[in-house]
């Protein structure tokens, strides 16, 4: 194409010094997984080089204007009208299997909505303010119901949620906000405003792959926007999108082949141009007997990359297993993929309480440390008293260390519990907990209030007892691992009777009431009713 | 039968029902206990206060810091102590009913002494919240303790006990009036002669004064133990606003949980005022026997109570026995105690359906409270036709009373 060039020279003398401040980057992380399915990870990182962060004292007064070129508009001034640090909400759907997927590409894979923001405090605006604008703003650019992250649903678990980026350093602190709402779904109207964030939209590039015809047909869906400061580079926009994505099914043979079309029915094009890098690679580790077209441009660590800037032809990666004519699922998962294997359950079938069961294995052979977190709504309240650990039927309450506990407030507040379990090599823990369910006001239910709640998924993050031995996952950054949600059943009041209760306890207390004065208040008196005369 | 018999007996009996396993079935049953007065609710208190957390910073424990104090210090709540703690608490109750009845009685021993005690210990509205371990039976033995210290005049005692009283059940402060002309006047059964009230009235002021400095004293105390005032609201509050809609068999619960948000904060004002219109008047009626207007009043309180538990009524038909000599004119006692036997049956049969079984739903629960209110209700009002017509005595046939 003659034009292409003189058009590329055009883009740089006018956008050069602009895209010398920022810098976008594309990768499409795609990984075969053992159970014949694959995970596709997509991020996209712009990086707005030596850019500074909103000072929340400046709060008061009149922001700079904003020009960017690369770095998405609409987000960039929600971030300095509340004046965030850092940012993550992701959106997902499904539940992430940690012992045959092992640890995802982003680790934030909880089921629904989930949002987490480190705010400066100091501001004449207060931080739960900018936190209610902030979820409201994000909820109106993502099309999400994530104004429902109220404060009853907001808490502060600093323990496991860290900055991922850096905090600068102002004269007050910074404060983290974290909410989940569970009950969210991800869909086709989330991911069109997450599209237009893209410098390329979903026209070229590794975004024109975002078919959410083949997306939101996958065994596990979601997407993520991550916000942080970096100290000498700047701010960084990761936006992310992650499936587990299943040939087998597409496939008539049931064979676990897979090209990009098959799994996108889309290929690459053209390149955007405005990326600085374009990179896709096939992560090679956990299969074997394969054939893998084109040949990559490189192999590193397991990892066959293709560069997608410059694309001569249309770019369609694919890979089959010539040697099986269908797919044989593997009858027991070998050795899980992650150190912790985690149960997490809602034992009892009355209305009224329960219990929680969580049944934590650690198949390393190295004692093994962890955080872990619940947040709590105030639909199920615990009973902190009853926490026992269990490991082969005896008692073992000094492996739970509760550090932070903040109990629930009814319609207001919800429950916070930080522990650290240590567990023993190769060992069960199982953690039991006696849990009350309450009663809500009728106007407090959904609509569809048979159905149950949803709570949010408990946060596990494995550290080792030990640095010496370990896998080295555990040795790198601590990784979250998330339980998949709750439903719990709560129990209902008859919706149509909000008059008739009314009537009928007024009724009662009303006769009452009349009966009790009429005895009090009018006197006695002896009257004849026989028939004879007196 | 000899009380020194009876009684003995009756409190091993007590005592062998508390140690056998029924608590662990009972204590989180809802009739039984309110979130006032649970005693799960009561040992997380108990851990989130000795691990160092405020307990009042959440909303699910809310007793009062006197008991939280007294617990995590020198009487450890363990499932040793408690049968032994809460059988005592109800010997207590039994025997000072028993003193109440030979102070108002004038004899020293009385053939109905043991009866009066089995009438208390027995009695299955206030057995099984003692076997539930539910704080209510607490209430109950200082409701009795303060009216026994009352009818015997020691006023100082009665006085702190209602404080104490107050403290850990804000709706029990009904009680104040009656019990300050109860303990200026005598309890001398007078129910048949009425006449205007004798005692003088002005000596009850610096009751009054004597009962204010309980209080502030033991608020002072309660707010020291936990550090701040942040007990108020989950204690008192919780009378006032009824923050839990835990199903309870009172009146309140149902009507909050169905009720339109604007109009709340109106009837929760209702619902408490309401309760205070029956003090005045009833005290007045029955001034020539206040022991007898303190007896209403308690069923006035277990009939309009914000969190009752069977506790509650069962103290105010456990206190029935006290006055043998209306008996005989109770209005329909068939009625009030048919309808007593069919809520009794409802109550448990219908909260099990909704909750448990899931196969009935909230309707049938509310249903059966309305059922046991309309049982309490009769009973109150029975007694107080029984209060009032004993004074017109026995009649001649062809001649009926009838209220002009």
């Known amino acids: 194409m003659w034009w292409r060039p003189k058009f590329c020279l055009l883009l740089s003398l006018y956008l050069g010094p602009v895209l010398a401040t920022e810098l976008f980057e594309e990768g499409l992380n795609l990984r075969p997984l053992r159970d014949g399915k694959v995970a596709a990870h997509f991020s996209f990182t712009t990086l707005l080089k030596g850019a500074t962060l909103r000072d929340p004292q400046s709060l008061a007064s009149d922001d700079d204007s904003q020009h960017y070129t690369l770095f998405p508009l609409a987000l960039g001034q929600i971030l300095r009208e509340y004046a965030v640090t850092e940012l993550h909400l992701t959106l997902n759907a499904g539940s992430w299997d940690y012992n045959r997927w092992g640890y995802p590409d982003e680790p934030g894979v909880g089921t629904g909505a989930e949002l987490w923001a480190w705010i400066g405090d100091g ?13 409201n703003a994000l909820a109106g650019l993502f099309c999400a119901s994530l104004g429902s992250l109220d404060e009853q649903r907001t808490t502060s678990p600093v323990l496991t949620f860290t900055p991922e980026g850096n905090l600068p350093n102002w004269t007050a602190s910074h404060q983290l906000r974290h909410a989940t709402l569970p009950s969210e779904h991800v869909c086709t109207e989330n991911l069109t405003p997450f599209l237009k964030l893209l410098p390329c939209k979903s026209l070229s590039g590794i975004a024109s792959l975002l078919n959410p015809h083949r997306l939101f047909d996958a065994d596990w869906h979601g997407l993520g926007v991550h916000v942080r400061y970096l100290q000498d580079e700047g701010v960084e926009v990761r936006l992310a999108f ?9 496939s008539p043979a049931r064979r676990r082949d897979w090209s990009l079309r098959s799994l996108f029915d889309r290929v690459i094009s053209t390149a955007c141009p405005v990326a600085h890098s374009s990179v896709i690679r096939v992560d090679l580790s956990l299969v074997n007997s394969y054939s893998i077209t084109p040949t990559p441009t490189a192999v590193h660590d397991n990892h066959a990359v293709y560069p997608v800037v ?106 916070l519990l930080q522990a650290v379990l240590t567990l023993p090599p190769r060992s069960t823990l199982r953690l039991t907990m006696d849990v009350a369910k309450p009663f809500l006001r009728y106007t407090e239910h959904p609509p569809d209030a048979q159905r149950g709640w949803d709570l949010p998924p408990a946060v596990f993050v494995p550290f080792s007892l030990d640095s010496m031995g370990t896998d080295d996952v555990l040795r790198a950054r601590p990784t979250r691992i998330y339980t998949p949600a709750l439903l719990v059943d709560l129990a209902t009041p008859d919706f149509s009777m909000p008059y008739n209760v009314i009537i009928m306890s007024c009724t009662l207390i009303a006769l009452m009431f009349g009966s009790i004065f009429n005895l009090l208040t009018r006197k006695f008196a002896v009257v004849h009713v026989g028939d004879a005369p007196q | 039968m000899d009380f020194n018999v009876v009684f003995p007996a009756l409190v091993a009996g007590r005592l062998v029902l508390a140690l056998s396993p029924l608590p662990v079935d009972l204590k989180n049953d809802h009739l039984l206990s309110s979130p006032l007065t649970s005693y799960s609710r009561l040992q997380e208190g108990i851990y989130l206060f000795q691990h160092g957390t405020n307990p009042y910073s959440g909303g699910i424990f809310r007793h009062s810091p006197l008991l939280l104090s007294l617990f995590s210090t020198f009487l450890p709540l363990n499932p040793t102590t408690s049968p032994l703690l809460w059988t005592a608490s109800d010997v207590v109750a039994a025997w000072s009913l028993v003193k109440i009845w030979r102070v108002r009685s004038g004899v020293s021993h009385n053939p109905r002494d043991g009866l009066i005690a089995a009438l208390y210990l027995l009695n ?52 104040l ?37 309980y209080s502030t004293c033991l608020t002072l105390s309660a707010t020291l133990a936990c550090g701040d005032w942040s007990w108020v609201e989950k204690t008192w509050g919780a009378a006032l606003l009824l923050p839990d809609l835990t199903p309870n068999p009172g009146l309140w619960w149902y009507f909050f949980t169905e009720m339109f948000d604007h109009f709340r904060p109106f009837f929760l004002m209702v619902f408490s005022v309401h309760q205070l219109i029956y003090v005045i008047p009833i005290c007045i009626t029955f001034q020539h026997d206040i022991l007898y207007a303190c007896y209403l009043l308690l069923g006035v309180l277990a009939l309009f109570k914000p969190y009752p538990t069977l506790s509650d009524p069962g103290l105010f038909l456990s206190m029935l026995s006290l006055f043998p000599e209306t008996f005989a004119y109770l209005r329909h006692p068939m009625v009030t ?18 909750l448990i079984q899931g196969t009935g739903n909230a309707n049938f629960f509310y249903a059966s409270t309305l059922v046991f209110g309309m049982a309490n209700g009769a009973a109150l009002l029975d007694s107080m036709w029984a209060g009032l ?3 017109i005595g026995e009649l001649k046939e062809d001649f009926e009373v009838v209220q002009e």
Request: charged share 10%; aromatic share 8%; with cysteine.
């Open chain 2, 177 to 213: 009036i009656p019990l300050l002309l109860l303990i200026v006047s005598e309890p001398i059964s007078r129910v048949a002669a009425p006449r205007t009230f004798i005692a003088d009235t002005r000596k009850s002021l610096p009751l009054l004064a004597e009962f204010a400095v």
């Open chain 2, 337 to 354: 105690a048919l309808l007593h036997l069919h809520a009794a049956l409802l109550l448990p049969l219908f909260h099990h359906l909704w």
């Open chain 2, 124 to 175: 299955p509205y206030t057995l099984l919240p003692s076997l539930a371990w539910s704080t209510s039976s607490f209430e109950n033995a200082l409701h009795l303790l303060s009216l026994m210290f009352a009818c015997r005049g020691q006023s100082s005692a009665s006085l702190l006990t209602l404080a104490i009283l107050v403290q850990l059940s804000l709706p029990s402060i009904l009680l």
């Open chain 1, 310 to 415: 410059p694309i001569e032809q249309p770019l369609d990666i694919a890979m089959d297993w010539p040697a099986e004519t269908t797919f044989q699922y593997p009858l027991v998962s070998a050795s899980p993929l992650t150190p912790l294997s985690i149960q997490r359950t809602l034992k009892g079938w009355g209305q009224s309480d329960g219990q929680l069961s969580l049944v934590i294995t650690n198949h390393l052979p190295v004692p093994l440390q962890t955080g872990y977190l619940e947040t709590m709504p105030w639909l199920l309240q615990f009973y902190l008293h009853t926490l026992h650990a269990q490991i082969d039927g005896t008692t073992r309450d000094d492996l739970v260390k509760v550090i932070t506990y903040a109990a629930p407030v009814p319609h207001a507040q919800p429950a």
């Open chain 2, 389 to 391: 017509r004993i004074a």
């Open chain 1, 123 to 135: 501001a004449t605006i207060s931080v739960d303010q900018r936190w209610q604008g902030l979820r």
């Open chain 1, 242 to 250: 992650q499936a587990v994505l299943d040939p087998v099914r597409y």
